[in-house]
């Protein structure tokens, strides 16, 4: 079965779906810095490019859309019906590379975090989010103090 738009106009769209600087990524950079929190954005030189950074605490924290990086058990996690098999293996592929940066994060000594889109949706749910990262970074913070 055909696309229902042209080639050239599905390949605007899919261009025109964002990585860094999404909604959800914003109600949580905003929650953050709400309680005072303060960080860095889109570490290149970190396996995967984080989208926020505590550099101190070692954390890092990817800002995942439920559809492409295949939130288990979410409604928004859906597999498109139209070329069924390049979608799996898109998706498969994304499961994968996040895996492997998430890996290489840890050896290198790193806490990672996963926020999940449908739990950014609003500053309601980030500010809950956030108030956990504060705990989450604490508590490293408190763990590389021993460790020296």
């Known amino acids: ?31 953050l810095h709400r309680i005072g929190l303060r960080y860095r954005l889109h570490r290149r030189d970190l396996p995967g490019t984080p989208d926020i950074v505590f550099v101190r605490s070692r954390v890092a924290v990817f800002v995942n859309g439920c559809f492409w990086h295949r939130h288990p058990g979410c409604s928004k996690a859906t597999t498109p019906k139209l070329r069924a098999r ?6 498969e592929g994304n499961v994968a590379r996040d895996r492997r940066a998430q890996s290489q994060l840890r050896k290198m000594g790193w806490k990672v975090v996963v926020v999940w889109e449908c739990q950014v949706k609003n500053n309601e749910s980030a500010s809950k989010v956030a108030k956990g990262l504060l705990y989450a970074r604490r508590a490293q913070n408190r763990q590389a103090a021993r460790g020296r």
């Open 1 to 31: 079965m055909p696309d229902i738009v042209s080639k050239a106009k599905r390949s605007s769209m899919m261009a025109a779906v964002r990585q860094r600087h999404t909604k959800p990524e914003l109600n949580l950079r905003q929650a």
């Open 86 to 91: 390049f979608w799996r293996e898109k998706f």
